[in-house]
């Protein structure tokens, strides 16, 4: 069974950067190819919602608040799908959340563990 796991979270100043790491652990690699990925966040209090989505062909979609300043990515030798985030600000803060939107055409709801991002001087 597949399993989540993201890492490079942490605390951060306003301006900085961070990468986010998230790998599916027990994948195949040819199965890791017919994933969906996405990264969601939810700040306190507030629903969790949408950052960015990469298919399966690498076609990437943004959430307006990160559009410009964050880049999804993924490779697939490693398993793995990244958000780089630069230009952080303080209402970036909240928990990041890996998932699996889709495999193949299929819906799915795989979440990994998530990660704290904390934007603070």
């Known amino acids: 069974q597949v399993q989540l796991v993201e890492t490079g979270g942490g605390l951060v100043q306003p301006g900085g950067s961070l990468r986010l790491s998230c790998e599916a652990a027990?994948?195949?690699?040819?199965?890791?190819?017919?994933?969906?990925m996405a990264w969601y966040r939810q700040a306190a209090g507030k629903q969790r919602d949408l950052v960015a989505l990469i298919t399966t062909d690498s076609k990437t979609t943004y959430a307006d608040s990160v559009k410009g300043r964050s880049t999804i990515s993924r490779d697939n030798a490693e398993k793995a799908v990244y958000l780089q985030m630069n230009n952080l600000k303080p209402e970036d803060t909240a928990v990041y959340y890996c998932?699996?939107?889709?495999?193949?055409?299929?819906?799915?709801?795989?979440w990994g563990q998530g990660t704290q991002v904390t934007v603070s001087s």
């Open positions: 027990g994948a195949p690699t040819s199965i890791f190819t017919t994933y969906t």
């Open positions: 998932k699996i939107e889709r495999i193949y055409s299929e819906r799915v709801d795989y």
